[in-house]
């Protein structure tokens, strides 16, 4: 039973460059969450989907981010115009439906660098 | 109030040490408390959870204590290792029926577990 994919692991981008980073829950896993984590910092909530549709993104920048998880497929986070501050390490945590008595299982992580 | 605030920021300890990781909360919404263990490069693993109806939860070495009253908790690990070495994150989360379950995560504490 494989655990929760992130690819790449690693992405080096140009300021102004677009970045997709994908996420494939675990199996039988329907809601998907995202976090970004600064150097040195503790985990900030991104963004909460369920397939096809975004439940909570109180947590994402109001410009340039945006996320998906389509009915077929793995959850994209996509930075368009990437700046040097989004350079960080982000991840996908995905759980069961019943959010009251299920864990988050976090994968490996996207480690993305802006030059 | 989303925030959840952990001390201290590093430790050291001596092996068969007892380290102890402390976090404070504000918001009393909050009913799901884990920590998380991460090693360089890695995503974060769920060590051990608790909710506010209980007052200690043990798993092997790791102890949670929780004071509602206070708004804390805290990791304790008994017998500590080399192999414990790692950042630990404390996190707090909503996970009523009306709500998305993301984690509030404290800054984090690297521990060193000298041998």
């Known amino acids: 039973n494989a655990g929760v994919m992130q690819n790449p692991r690693h992405l080096v981008r140009r300021r102004g460059q677009e970045a997709r980073l994908r996420c494939s829950p675990m199996k039988g896993h329907s809601h998907v969450y995202w976090y970004r984590q600064l150097p040195e910092e503790g985990l900030k909530f991104m963004v909460y989907?369920?397939?096809?549709?975004?439940?909570?993104e109180s947590g994402m920048p109001k410009e340039r981010f945006s996320a998906e998880f389509p009915k077929e497929g793995p959850s994209i986070l996509r930075i368009q115009q990437v700046v040097r501050g989004d350079s960080a390490a982000y991840f996908c945590?995905?759980?069961?439906?019943?959010?009251?008595?299920?864990?988050?299982?976090f994968g490996q992580g996207t480690r993305l660098t802006v030059v | 109030q989303q925030q959840v605030k952990q001390s201290p920021q590093s430790l050291i300890v001596q092996k068969g040490g007892i380290p102890i990781i402390n976090c404070a909360y504000e918001?009393?919404?909050?009913?799901?408390f884990p920590w998380y263990q991460q090693f360089p490069g890695k995503g974060p693993a769920l060590l051990i959870a608790?909710?506010?109806?209980?007052s200690e939860k043990k798993e092997g070495r790791f102890t949670i204590s929780f004071n509602k009253s206070a708004k804390q908790f805290s990791l304790h690990i008994m017998d500590s290792q080399p192999g414990d070495s790692a950042t630990y994150f404390c996190a707090a989360s909503n996970r009523g029926s009306s709500n998305t379950g993301k984690l509030i995560f404290g800054q984090g504490t690297t521990l060193q577990v000298k041998p």
């Open positions: 989907l369920q397939k096809e549709n975004i439940i909570d």
């Open positions: 608790i909710r506010p109806d209980v």
């Open positions: 918001n009393t919404a909050f009913d799901y």
């Open positions: 945590a995905s759980s069961l439906p019943q959010v009251m008595n299920t864990e988050a299982f």
